[in-house]
């Protein structure tokens, strides 16, 4: 018997990359995906990974407990992998309750759903280092205290911790991985790496002049989506659910980073560069640094890929991109 994993968030950069690697390890996938008039639009993703009609897709909504009981009562899944949420951070000011809706309560819905329907499937929660926030330790691990800087860090803190709940109430497996930032061609545009490769791409290309860009003194711990999908699953493997720091271990400005992409093209940052203070957010988080060591010793889980690597990786699929077009 094949095994089955429901993933919510399957038109997302993650839910894209975990739903390849789990079709290749032979599980059948279903995706929960909220009605839309375009999904055409919204596969696409998984339509440039090859797996669009590889994926069974389910009607249903986090802030919808009912849909997500009958998708679990019908699949009865072996895993659960939740990645739906507003994810991006400055956004979250702009829509403060629908962040909380989604990204903190849509976790509780699942959970109850797979308490209800499925209890002995295994449950993994996207958590974020968002939660670290204001840092409380130079390295951070699972035992470091949070401190939120933002309505979406506090939405993914109470997703944390109600995880952590439901496994000790009622004996679940459900593990929450606290996966520091992770980039890949299939980024969404907003996120600032992507932002950058794809404005090095077009200023290349002579499609721009210039990249504006906000605070590029933060510092951030940045892996590739393709490694980390598969520290998803490892958590789920293991006999015990437990929470895990996803990380490199390794933190750079955004200046360097973006630094790393006009250089690959032959460009220098500073003749397109410029600061847009409209772009700064109410509270910054400043700095992340992971420590994945438990994750190293007790997953053994390792990053495959520099940020050199991964962002030479996505200017080139953005230079792709744009000379297809
Ligand atoms: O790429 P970002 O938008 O990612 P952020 O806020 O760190 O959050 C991402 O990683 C989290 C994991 O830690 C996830 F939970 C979350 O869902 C998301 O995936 O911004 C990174 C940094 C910030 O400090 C931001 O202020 O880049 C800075 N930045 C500077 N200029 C910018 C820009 N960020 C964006 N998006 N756009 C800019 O123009």
Redesign the pocket.
């Given at each position: 018997m094949k095994r089955k994993a429901i993933v919510t968030g399957i038109t997302g950069q993650d839910g894209a990359y975990l739903s390849k690697f789990l079709l290749e390890k032979g599980y059948e996938v279903y995706g929960v995906v909220r009605r839309s008039s375009h999904f055409g639009v919204a596969d696409h993703r998984l339509r440039w990974l090859g797996i669009n009609n590889d994926i069974n897709v389910i009607d249903g909504n986090l802030s919808d407990l009912s849909s997500l009981i009958r998708a679990v009562a019908q699949v009865k899944p072996d895993e659960v992998y939740n990645l739906a949420?507003q994810?991006?951070?400055?956004s979250s000011w702009q829509q403060p309750v629908l962040t909380a809706n989604i990204t903190a309560v849509g976790v509780a819905n699942m959970l109850e759903a797979v308490r209800i329907a499925a209890p002995e499937a295994r449950f993994y929660q996207a958590s974020?280092?968002?939660m670290f926030g204001k840092i409380q330790e130079a390295a951070q691990s699972e035992t470091t205290p949070f401190y939120p800087r933002?309505p979406?860090?506090v939405a993914?803190l109470y997703g944390h911790w109600i995880t952590v709940n439901y496994r000790e109430s009622f004996n679940m497996h459900a593990s929450s991985g606290i996966?520091?930032?992770?980039?890949s061609p299939l980024r969404g545009i907003?996120?600032?790496?992507?932002?950058v490769t794809d404005a090095v791409a077009r200023i290349k290309l002579g499609l721009a002049m210039e990249l504006?860009?906000?605070?590029?003194d933060?510092k951030?711990d940045w892996g590739h989506a393709k490694d980390y999908v598969v520290a998803m699953w490892m958590m789920l493997q293991q006999d015990q659910a437990d929470d895990y720091v996803i990380a490199t271990g390794r933190t750079t400005t955004?200046r360097d980073m973006c630094r790393i992409a006009f250089t690959h093209v032959g460009l220098t940052m500073d003749d397109y560069l410029s600061i847009?203070p409209n772009?700064?957010?109410p509270a910054?988080?400043?700095i992340?640094l992971g420590n994945p060591e438990k994750a190293r010793k007790t997953l053994g889980w390792e990053p495959s890929t520099t940020l050199e690597e991964m962002i030479t990786e996505m200017v080139d699929a953005d230079l792709a991109r744009l000379t297809a077009k």
């Open positions: 949420a994810s991006f951070v400055a974020s280092s968002e933002s979406y860090a993914k996966l520091f930032n992770h980039e907003e996120f600032v790496t992507r932002k504006k860009l906000g605070n590029i933060a951030r955004v847009d772009l700064f957010r910054e988080v400043d992340l």
